[in-house]
């Protein structure tokens, strides 16, 4: 008679217990999640919706009492810097596409010839630590009484047009991103077995037929991602035109929006062209993360 | 008779042109390799010149007379920020992986928000945001801030990596064999989880201790960093001082990084910054 109850008394604090121990469980997760998010909101997420609504003043009347909105910082990018987008977007191309042509061999002798791999890795990791040191160095191999003049002299290229032009800046901006690419490519490359191209091979496909009928449809992800990745990161180029472009290559938009905003104070000018390059850089990283999937292993 | 002889002729000629298109192909990965490290090498003969055209290393100790405070603000702020990230990332990629988390996808491309920024958009929303909001323009916080949210998606990453190749079984044996939770989060999983954790301590310390560009729109005159300063030093043009302070800090990114490759190799790096 005693026994039932005892069992039932002990029964309910249990599934009591049990219950609140699955609630703890389900609040664990988004508790250990909350400080990441906390600091994503307040340094990212806040300063972002700042800016949007610092992109719709006028001037610097942000930070003081007579605040006026007004479109003007959008369509006076739209009538007078088209220019400085045109440029940007044409340095990230150029150097994107320079990047894939030498990159997709490099990445494709990588991993189908190389053992010394570990060193390749080592000494790529040289353009990774930043823009600034690369640019700085190239800048003085670049001088026109450089350590560089006797090649350029050899191509019978005036020294003196070489440092400070468009194909300078290009260099630097190609070299800087160029393990971006090969990294893509190489991920996608390793994943097509070398049986493929040996089956082709066997067939009779010559060389070049092999690479537009079989590796290069295989590897498409990894080249598109490359690709986008390389595009992003040179969207924001900032230092490479300054140690080694002209007033053309220095037009690109993280400059102006620098010397607006810094210089001149002009934050709601400076916050619409950040917020214009913010749009582009994210549609270029949400398509590249969409076609990177399986390359990155994301 | 002319045919037979012929054969071994030609096979040779056929191999020979393969070893030259061989050989061909690693000159190609070479000349890339001197243009990776020819910048560095550059800078480093630069620093070690002379005025009389001799070799020193006076603009070394020039360097570190100079700029030692610069230097060690640096070394501080980067180890702040390693350990901020730490303290977020560790219990973040925990409980991405073994906890239910509501719009777990969601929250994860949210948290690599600060990733994809441009980092001139990062430093001119920082700049409006410190000043107006949180009223620390200039200071050490605002820094730490900045690259903490920069850089801690950097350290997710690996620790997520190694965690989901962490068997479940390493954890239950410890808390069955007596161990509490702290115990078995302490010496089981996270020394187990050491190259992962590791990985982001790297990538976190190779991206800050080198950051300038963030750092020039919101650091003032007392919080200037050795990256900010080569830049600051680069529109002085091409002394052997710049050139020594740049070389000391890309040696000792780059020692930091052999070491790391010596010692862990380079698995947990795949999938993020550094290939």
Redesign the interface.
Known sequence: MSIPASTQKDAAPSTDNSRSRERRRRLTGPAMVLPALLVTVLFSIIPIVYLAIVSFTEKSSFFFRNTTYTWANYSTIWDRYLPNLETTMRLALLSSLIDLIFGYPFAYILIRKVRYRELVRTLMVFPLFGPLYLAYGLSYIFLPNGPLSPVLEFFNIPATKWLYSEPSTLFGMMIFTFPFMVMNIGAALSNVDPMLEEAANTLGAAPWKVFIRVLFPLSYGGVLAGFLMCFGWNLGVFVVPVLLGGLEQQRVISLTLYSKGMSQQDFGMASAMGIVLMAIAFIVTWASLRFSRGALGA | MSAIASSPVQRNRKLSSRTVF?AL??V??WI??V??????V??IL?SIQDVDGGHSFAAYQQVFESYRGNLWFSVKVTVITIIINL???I??A???V?????GKRF?LS??N??L??????????????Y???FHIPRTTTGLV??Y??GT?PLM?VPIIVALRDLPQVYEEAARTLGANRAQSLFRVELPLLGPGISAGILLTF?IVF????VT??IAGPHTTTA?LT??NL?RTG?LPS??AL?AA??LI??LV??LF?RTFG?RYL??T???
């Open positions: 061989g192909q690693h190609y990965i890339w390799l243009l990776f490290a020819l910048p560095f550059v800078t630069r303290l977020v990332s219990p973040g925990y409980a991405i073994r906890y239910t988390v509501p929250v949210l948290l928000l600060a994809y920024t441009p980092g001139a958009v990062a430093g001119i929303s920082l700049v409006i945001t000043s107006y909001l801030g900045a903490v949210v801690y997710l190779v080198n950051e300038f560009l020039l729109f990256a080569v830049y680069t091409f710049t050139a740049a800090m890309q990114s780059f990084v052999l490759f380079s795949k999938g910054f550094l290939i």
